[in-house]
């Protein structure tokens, strides 16, 4: 049987997850957390502009930091989460020269489901879009 991992105290930044796209967790607690993604040209696409990010590592960052918001909520009868709806609305083309910050913060928990919104911020602080998602908690049995 393989060791189970402990999500609230993992270190987010080592999982290929999110070292695959270039994410970093900055903060993540009591139902909150903080990503930022340093823009790269194989980030970009779409949107009529040289940089303009893709809406897909938009949704994925929305992902991974509306997750790590969840996570940083577990107790110990919490083994587990999965995303059930992830809803994003592009505000506008997000362009960004050098970095793309997500905040995400829990707006309602149950002892199964959390609800949880995410903003997406340009390097000039602009929202470019926005994301509520409804996340599955599993509890140890």
């Known amino acids: 049987m393989s060791e189970e991992r ?3 105290t993992i270190d987010w930044n080592e999982l290929d997850f999110l ?6 967790l900055v903060e993540a607690r009591d139902g909150h957390s903080v990503m930022e993604l ?4 194989h980030h970009r696409g779409g949107g009529g502009s040289p940089e303009t990010v893709n809406g897909g590592i938009i949704s994925y960052m929305f ?3 509306c997750g790590a918001a969840v996570s940083s909520t577990w107790d110990e009868t919490i083994i587990g989460q999965a995303t059930m709806t992830l809803n994003v609305q592009f505000l506008s ?3 960004a020269r ?3 910050r997500c905040e995400a913060r829990i ?3 149950g ?3 959390a609800y949880v919104e995410g903003k997406v911020f340009d390097d000039d602080g602009e929202v470019g879009a926005s994301c509520v998602g409804i996340f599955k908690l599993f509890k140890r049995r």
């Open 6 to 8: 402990n999500w609230k």
């Open 19 to 24: 070292k695959w796209p270039g994410l970093a």
């Open 38 to 41: 340093s823009v790269e040209d």
């Open 63 to 65: 992902d991974a930091t």
């Open 93 to 95: 083309a997000l362009n």
């Open 98 to 100: 050098e970095e793309v």
């Open 107 to 109: 707006t309602r928990r």
């Open 111 to 113: 002892g199964t489901v």
